[in-house]
């Protein structure tokens, strides 16, 4: 059982390159979700998913795509790199989305993705 | 946009000291309600789930006020192992989904 795999760990990009960051998580959650993290800033969602073939937007979603063909993968894709997308990037799964369920709501999340746009 | 406010610290405390943490929120039709640890350069862990009867595991206590629109986490006998930033995290509707949102986050020093 391997949890929520997210790769890489580090990526440089230059301004305008495009990438995926890869989520993975073999729990069967129905609830994935990408964060990112910035100094003094916390977490802030930037996509998020309710099941496969289901997305939608968080706080921050300009500039970045969601998919989700299965339930397990939930890849962030970055269109066109900008030095304000610098960030740790954290994808996060659950059980269950929908509250009331005590343990089943907890967030797995991955180890994370620090990126940096020159 | 749904808020959830916490004093960012440090807080710097001796070994075995208590200390406690608040964090409030802006949505009154918030229905879940965690604290999440840190440490630094790593990913978030859920520490404890907060319930309306308020809740204890161990040395930490979790507390809700609903009318107040406010959590607090309590952690006695403070071990240099607890220095992390706390996380506070509300979950609440957003459209037809239901969307946890976090605090910034208290840091926490325990020094020997």
């Known amino acids: 059982n391997a949890g929520v795999t997210q790769t890489p760990k580090f990526q440089v990009l230059k301004t305008g390159q495009s990438m995926t960051l890869q989520c993975a998580q073999d729990m069967n959650h129905e609830y994935m979700s990408w964060y990112r993290q910035d100094p003094g800033m916390g977490l802030r969602l930037i996509h998020y998913s309710v099941g496969a073939g289901i997305t939608d937007q968080g706080e921050v979603p300009n500039g970045y795509n969601v998919s989700r063909s299965t339930t397990e993968d939930f890849p962030l894709r970055l269109l066109s790199a900008a030095p304000s997308q610098t960030s740790v990037y954290f994808c996060a799964s659950s059980y269950a989305h929908v509250p009331g369920q005590g343990r089943r709501e907890k967030l797995f999340f991955g180890s994370g993705t620090q990126l940096s746009v020159l | 946009r749904k808020e959830v406010e916490q004093d960012p610290g440090p807080f710097n405390v001796p070994e075995g000291a208590t200390v406690a943490f608040n964090c409030t929120y802006s949505n009154s039709a918030s229905q879940s309600f965690f604290w999440y640890r840190q440490d630094c350069r790593k990913e978030p862990k859920l520490l404890m789930s907060v319930y309306s009867s308020g809740n204890e595991d161990g040395r930490f206590t979790a507390q809700l006020n609903r009318a107040s629109q406010y959590i607090s986490l309590l952690i006695r006998d403070s071990k240099l192992s607890d220095s992390a930033t706390y996380l506070c995290?509300?979950?609440?509707?957003?459209?037809?989904?239901?969307?946890?949102?976090f605090g910034r986050g208290t840091s926490l020093i325990v020094h020997p």
């Open positions: 995290v509300v979950k609440g509707p957003e459209g037809g989904s239901y969307i946890p949102t």
